[in-house]
């Protein structure tokens, strides 16, 4: 059963680019969560997805970003027009269901850099 | 608003050591907390899940306990070993029970 698979792994866009992220989280799993890691901070939760509908997006910043995890295919993370601060290692967590005492399953995440 | 501490940030030991780190987190009302490890330029690996209902959790050389009154967790790593080497991270759900929260983590170093 692979894991969590995100690409690509790394990724360089120059300021005012497009970056698109994808997630395809686990086998059997429906629940989607990024997370981002600035450097020298901790990670910090940006929105929770499932199947077609956006569930949590308390934690996305209120412009440029934008998430989706349609019926088929992967979750997809957009940032539009980037900024140097937006350099930063993004990670996708899939779990089974919402149970909260399921655990979170973490892929190996995508290194952007905005130059 | 949930906050997680990690203390110490960075750690230092000869190899054969046993050795605890500490996180706290601010509201008791949790529902579980996961211990992770991370190595540099790499993503999370999930080492224990307490949850709420449970104190402790033991996987090999790694025993995690869980103190939900006081709000803390330890993570307790026996004979560390240079392989050992990364940073730790704790998280707790919050209070919908969806999002992890994260401790900034404590970066272990083992010397042979």
């Known amino acids: 059963n692979a894991g969590v698979m995100q690409n690509p792994r790394h990724l360089v866009r120059r300021r005012g680019q497009e970056a698109r992220l994808r997630c395809s989280p686990m086998k059997g799993h429906s629940h989607v969560y990024w997370y981002r890691q600035l450097p020298e901070e901790g990670l910090k939760f940006m929105v929770y997805l499932q199947k077609e509908n956006i569930i949590d997006e308390s934690g996305m910043p209120k412009e440029r970003f934008s998430a989706e995890f349609p019926k088929e295919g992967p979750s997809i993370l957009r940032i539009q027009q980037v900024v140097r601060g937006d350099s930063a290692a993004y990670f996708c967590?899939?779990?089974?269901?919402?149970?909260?005492?399921?655990?979170?399953?973490f892929g190996p995440g995508t290194r952007l850099t905005v130059t | 608003k949930q906050e997680v501490t990690q203390i110490p940030a960075a750690l230092s030991v000869p190899e054969g050591e046993n050795l605890v780190l500490n996180c706290s987190f601010t509201d008791s009302a949790i529902y579980n907390l996961q211990w992770f490890r991370q190595d540099p330029g790499k993503g999370l690996t999930s080492l224990l899940l307490i949850q709420s209902s449970q104190r402790e959790q033991t996987s090999g050389r790694l025993n995690a306990s869980l103190d939900k009154s006081s709000g803390r967790s330890t993570l307790y790593i026996a004979a560390s070993q240079p392989g050992d080497s990364a940073t730790y991270l704790c998280a707790v759900n919050n209070q919908a029970g969806t999002a992890l929260i994260f401790g900034k983590g404590t970066t272990l170093s083992v010397s042979s």
């Open positions: 967590a899939s779990s089974p269901s919402e149970d909260s005492v399921v655990e979170q399953y």
